[in-house]
C-alpha cells in the first residue's frame, strides 16, 4: 500500500479564496481523522470520520471549514473563504478505529496571504 | 483537558547515549501511543502501550506507563543521527486521541 496520499503537498493562495485538500486513506482502514498543525497550537484534531460519517467534527474550527468522506477512498476538507490564520500544515491520518495506531500522511502545507 | 504535555520541550544529546522523553496526562486512558515526526514530514507510529501493561520495548525502544502518576516516558537507547526529530505522546480516551505538545529531540554526531 502506498500509505495515505494527501494533495496538494503545498498551496498558497490568496485571502477569501476557496481552498480544497484532499486525502486518499489507507485500503481497509474505516477511520478517518484530519488534523491541523501549528507552532503554536500544535497539532489539533478537526473532524473525525468512520465508515464515511462524520463523528466527531467538535474542532472544526468555525463555518468556513468543512469536510466531506463521499466514499471510503477519498476525503476533502474545504476551506472557504480563506483567511491568513488558516496558514498551517494540515494532516490527513487513517486507523482501523479511534484508539488504534493511526497513519499519517505527508500533509499540505498552506499559506494564506 | 486530556491534552499531555511532554518533558522536555527539547533534548540534546551526543550520539551514542541514551534519551528520555516523559509526557503527563490528566484524565483516564485506554492506552497511550508515542509517535515519531521528523522535520516536514507526517507522525510516525512507534509504539501504543495499554492502560493494564506497564513496560513495552520495540528494537532500541522502551516505553512505560504508570496509570498511577498519570505518566509515560519513552526510552531510546544508542541513539543515532537519524533519531533526531520531534517525539509526541498520545493518550486514547473517552474515545479521544489527544496529542501532546512533543519533545524535540536533536542527536548530535
Known amino acids: 500500500d502506498a500509505g495515505v496520499i494527501q494533495s496538494p503537498r503545498h498551496e498558497v493562495t490568496e485571502m477569501g479564496q476557496e481552498v480544497t485538500l484532499r486525502c486518499k486513506p489507507i485500503s481497509g482502514h474505516n477511520s478517518l481523522f484530519w488534523y491541523r498543525q501549528t507552532m503554536m497550537r500544535g497539532l489539533e484534531l478537526l473532524i473525525y470520520f468512520n465508515n464515511n460519517v462524520p463523528i466527531d467534527d467538535s474542532g472544526m474550527p468555525e463555518d468556513r471549514f468543512s469536510a466531506k468522506m463521499p466514499n471510503a477512498s477519498f476525503s476533502t476538507l474545504k476551506i472557504q473563504p480563506s483567511e491568513p490564520r488558516d496558514s498551517a500544515v494540515y494532516f490527513c491520518a487513517s486507523s482501523f478505529g479511534r484508539g488504534y495506531e493511526q497513519y499519517f500522511g505527508p500533509g499540505t502545507r498552506l499559506t494564506v496571504t | 483537558s486530556q491534552q499531555g504535555e511532554e518533558d522536555p520541550q527539547a533534548l540534546s544529546i551526543q550520539e551514542g547515549e541514551n534519551a528520555t522523553m516523559n509526557c503527563s496526562y490528566k484524565t483516564s486512558i485506554n492506552n497511550l501511543q508515542w509517535y515519531r515526526q521528523n522535520s516536514g514530514r507526517g507522525l510516525v507510529h512507534l509504539i501504543l502501550?495499554?492502560?493494564?501493561?506497564r513496560e513495552k520495548h520495540s528494537g532500541r525502544l522502551r516505553v512505560t506507563l504508570d496509570t498511577s502518576k498519570k505518566s509515560s516516558s519513552l526510552l531510546i537507547t544508542a541513539s543515532r543521527a537519524a533519531d533526531t526529530a520531534s517525539y509526541f505522546c498520545?493518550?486514547?480516551?473517552?474515545?479521544?486521541?489527544?496529542f501532546g505538545t512533543g519533545t524535540r529531540l536533536t542527536i548530535i554526531p
Open positions: 502501550i495499554r492502560s493494564n501493561e
Open positions: 498520545a493518550m486514547f480516551g473517552n474515545e479521544k486521541l489527544t
